[in-house]
């Protein structure tokens, strides 16, 4: 060794280094000493007596160059594997040694971000890593709202830590206060949520305030009492607003509000006034199965309950960046929707994830699509790990995100289809390889078996849950179809559309889609197709809802009375009288009098008009009398054809008591009414 010339010497140090040899302590030592003295014997009889330090030398340096042939991402030294990719809960191997990528649970609250393609290894990823943080020792809990019906609840397996509410379990009042909260404070906190994850608009927020202060205000609610409002109260008041409100541009906005209120109403899940407790959110480990969920009732859930938890950790004071709850959303396609945001405004969600950090809300967030990052996610994620990809389109977002030069971005393709990922993580100054440990779970725990596991948990959720008595309404409601059921309210609300026009019912695409839900609804007798003459040359078709779809709705019929034609008629000469300026009521009532008129209307004009729809003619002279005794100035009988009208005509002649009257009695088609 002291034949060597300088440059021999400092090659066998390189070769040392570069092998990753010198975090051996005893050769470490003699370098030291070697470079200290200048005197390399004392290394040069180490490496004689141990050759296969020099051998294992090159070798890792021969395939730190063939990987480097193969794959662009150089392994992380195990030294800096110690000092910056070390922690408690391990998210897989990182080199040749085996050395795990180890992270603290605090580091969580900077946001993760997975993208990959379906089978490449995200849920087994995440799986690993929450068997890992339910088992150990911890000061937060977990959340995992799984879209995906039962992906996780396996995972009570490994942990008894870990309670799984099913869907038939599910019991949530959106409107029910939180304890701990100021109801005034709630409110703002619910209509915020509301709006951004259903889509609406800064109109909308001002109503449902309005709406929902109005209910808290009837049930007592601002002066302690529990007698909560429900999303089905809820309804029930917007579609009151409809009834009595003719401005275009207010009545669109409601008929708004009102389909986004359907598929609450519509799901047994928030048929209770008193549901899951606040404090489980912070309090429990629970995986949610909410397959059943819309898209916008999937993200309003979760941001309503995440929204809860921000404020009660702030107004707790407990700030700084230590993790108290972890939400591992699978499916951030749902709640991390790009839309445009001048027309909808951004996300609830959204806003609240670049805030939660604060308080010690974290999140991973994973998707089989890229696009489903936005820009908010992009940024604030410190870790981000990406499994294998299939799109051009995704090649290139993970190069931007991820910070990678042009092979590493095109290495995004030669993955291995399975199990292995290319992390770039917020602590480190490289992106790297991980490959995550194979562990074989079961894939699917049975519901009775799942039963018997959560029996005491599921006792102790019955004993705080209190549900009404189902009403009609709700005994069928898990057999409609979501489209059908919209539908079918739609036409309990506008009951007069006709089937050519119900393309304008909210919530649907196309004909097709409406055509599809009204056949379901026919053919199991919640409506029947019947054809009216409401122009003076042809029949037009209706939707006429039959009793089982007043029952399912909980209502009893459209305005008016007798037969849908009968009340058909009155809305007809309603909507004709209104559009000449009169004041008109349906079933309106003069002053003094308790006779209920068909169509009551009055202009400075002709004074108060008494309209009668006539279809059969039994009781046609006893309303001509009670109309005249009431003080009507004007009774107009209305009949279907000329050939009603002769027989009205009779009948009024038949009477000789009215032949004083017969100057204020006046008799008109159906057809006076049509457009």
Request: hydrophobic content about 40%; aromatic content about 12%.
């Amino acid at each position: 060794m002291s034949d060597l010339s300088e440059d021999q010497r400092m090659d066998l140090i390189e070769t040392l280094h570069e092998g990753d040899m010198l975090s051996n302590p005893f050769l470490s030592q003699y370098v030291k000493l070697a470079f200290e003295t200048g005197n390399f014997e004392p290394l040069h009889d180490y490496l004689n007596a141990y050759p296969q330090i020099l051998a294992i030398a090159r070798r890792n340096i021969n395939l730190a160059r063939y990987q480097n042939l193969e794959n662009p991402y150089p392994y992380p030294h195990q030294a800096d594997v110690r000092e910056f990719l070390s922690g408690p809960f391990n998210l897989g191997y990182v080199n040749l040694f085996d050395d795990m990528f180890g992270i603290y649970p605090d580091i969580f609250c900077m946001l993760t971000m997975i993208p990959g393609r379906p089978g490449s290894g995200k849920s087994q990823f995440l799986k690993y890593l929450l068997i890992q943080l339910l088992r150990k020792k911890r000061d937060f809990n977990v959340l995992i709202p799984d879209l995906k019906g039962n992906e996780y609840r396996d995972l009570t397996l490994f942990s008894k830590n870990l309670s799984v509410i099913t869907e038939k379990k599910m019991a949530l009042n959106p409107l029910q206060v939180p304890n701990d909260m100021d109801p005034r404070d709630f409110l703002q906190l619910f209509s915020q949520v509301f709006v951004g994850e259903n889509w609406l608009g800064a109109t909308s927020l001002s109503i449902i305030i309005k709406t929902i202060d109005q209910l808290y205000r009837d049930r007592g609610i601002f002066d302690g009492s529990s007698n909560y409002p429900t999303m089905r109260d809820l309804y029930h008041v917007i579609s009151n607003l409809l009834q009595g409100n003719t401005s275009f541009k207010y009545r669109d906005i409601l008929l708004l509000v009102q389909n986004r209120l359907i598929p609450y109403v519509a799901d047994p899940t928030f048929n209770c006034q008193r549901g899951i407790p606040y404090e489980f959110w912070w309090k429990k480990n629970l995986v949610l199965e909410v397959a059943h969920f819309s898209d916008n009732v999937y993200s309003f859930v979760v941001s309503l309950i995440n929204g809860y938890l921000y404020e009660y950790y702030r107004r707790r004071g407990l700030t700084g960046s230590k993790l108290r709850t972890l939400s591992i959303v699978d499916e951030a396609r749902v709640l991390f929707r790009i839309r445009d945001a001048m027309t909808f405004g951004e996300s609830f969600i959204s806003q609240l994830v670049t805030r939660c950090r604060e308080v010690g809300i974290a999140f991973i967030i994973s998707s089989q699509e890229t696009n489903s990052f936005n820009q908010t996610v992009k940024s604030a994620s410190f870790t981000k790990i990406c499994f294998p990809l299939t799109d051009g389109t995704d090649r290139d977002f993970v190069k931007e995100s991820f910070g990678l030069t042009e092979d590493q971005a095109g290495y995004v393709f030669k993955l291995p289809k399975h199990g292995v990922a290319i992390a770039r993580y917020g602590g480190y100054p490289e992106p790297f390889l991980l490959g995550v440990p194979y562990f074989k779970i079961k894939k699917e725990l049975p519901t009775d078996i799942l039963k018997q596991r959560m029996a005491d948990f599921y006792a102790e959720l019955d004993a705080l849950i209190k549900r009404p008595a189902p009403p009609a309404v709700l005994k069928t409601m898990e057999t409609v179809p979501p489209a059908a059921s919209a539908l079918l309210f739609f036409l309990g609300k506008m009951p007069f559309t006709k089937k050519s026009e119900m393309k304008n019912a909210p919530g649907f695409n196309s004909a097709r889609e409406i055509n599809k839900a009204l056949d379901w609804l026919t053919n199991n007798g919640f409506v029947a197709t019947e054809k009216y003459r409401t122009s003076k040359t042809r029949k037009s078709s209706y939707a006429v809802i039959k009793d089982k779809g007043f029952k399912y709705l909980g209502i009893d019929g459209p305005p008016g009375k007798g037969s849908f034609e009968h009340s058909l008629y009155q809305y007809l000469i309603q909507q004709k009288l209104l559009s000449q300026g009169m004041t008109v009521r349906i079933e309106g009532q003069i002053k003094g009098s308790r006779k209920a008129i068909d169509v009551l209307a009055h202009s400075k004009e002709t004074g108060r008009m008494a309209y009668e729809v006539t279809l059969n003619f039994h009781n046609l002279l006893s309303n001509i009398h009670q109309d005249l005794n009431a003080g009507a100035d004007k009774i107009v009988v209305v009949i279907r054809d000329k050939t009603d009208l002769d027989k009205a005509l009779a009948i009024v002649a038949s009477d000789s008591t009215l032949n004083m009257h017969l100057e204020r009695i006046d008799f008109v088609i159906i057809d006076d009414f049509f457009d």
